[in-house]
């Protein structure tokens, strides 16, 4: 798999625009990585917590019977909750990624050493998109940070964590199928939702989740590389 050179990256900002502009960059590189690492720790945590949960239970129909035995009780309740706060934090770190890194690309590239820099709680994916699409040796990486956000999976991620963050929380929930047609009869999933008048159908969190672990953690790494060259071809 490939990698990116963060401490290339940081020694290269240090020789373009000293000590204090690379470290800048180099807390929201770091920080990128960081939030990364907290999404997958917190996956992990879902996943350990849910197979746990199912291999207690000897068949799919005695897995309906205890959770409607046990509905409400306080074991059962303390288990949604800490899957509930895992899901969330995961959510909630992948969807930081995309603004953070955003910063990152902002401060390595000096943008906040020329006139009229953007205000820190105005430099976000967009307006950072927007600076380097009309900067013609960054155009390049214009597009590669588009691919953050140029994704149905990170569109869904948007709504679920704005909804979760500012309106009320999509809530995971288990379902168990009970016909013996599917290979996997335990899952995992947010209900569906509407966020700014669009529906979001019913969706399984494990699968989700890790493709989109996966997806960011290859952006992260190809802009990377694309960041570092065009640090090497500004000095």
């Not at 990256?9 to 690492?37: E, N, Y």
């Not at 809530?171 to 013996?180: C, K, Q, Y």
């Not at 966020?195 to 953690?217: G, V």
Request: with cysteine; aromatic share 10%.
């Amino acid at each position: 798999m490939p990698t990116w050179n963060i401490d290339e990256a940081r020694t290269l900002v240090a020789a373009l625009h000293g000590k204090k502009q690379s470290l800048l960059a180099h807390q929201s590189m770091t920080s990128t990585i960081d939030r990364l690492d907290y999404a997958r720790y917190h996956y992990r945590n879902i996943l350990n917590l849910f197979h746990k949960h199912i291999e207690k239970h000897q068949s799919p129909m005695d897995f309906f019977k205890a959770s409607i035995k046990n509905m409400g009780d306080d074991e059962e309740n303390e288990l949604y909750k800490c899957i509930g706060a895992h899901v969330i934090a995961c959510v909630q770190s992948l969807h930081s990624i995309a603004d953070i890194y955003s910063h990152a690309i902002y401060y390595a590239l000096g943008y906040n050493l020329a006139p009229s820099p953007l205000l820190e709680d105005k430099i976000y994916l967009n307006a950072v998109k927007n600076k380097l699409t009309n900067t013609q040796e960054h155009q390049h990486l214009a597009q590669s940070l588009s691919s953050f956000s140029s994704n149905a999976d990170f569109t869904y991620l948007d709504a679920l964590s704005n909804h979760s963050k500012h309106s009320s929380l999509i809530r995971p929930a288990i379902f168990v199928d009970l016909t013996g047609k599917q290979l996997d009869p335990y899952t995992l999933e947010f209900d569906d939702f509407v966020y700014k008048t669009t529906q979001y159908p019913r969706r399984a969190i494990l699968s989700f989740l890790q493709q989109e672990i996966d997806r960011q953690s290859l952006c992260i790494i190809e802009l990377g590389n694309e960041l570092n060259v065009a640090l090497r071809s500004a000095r």
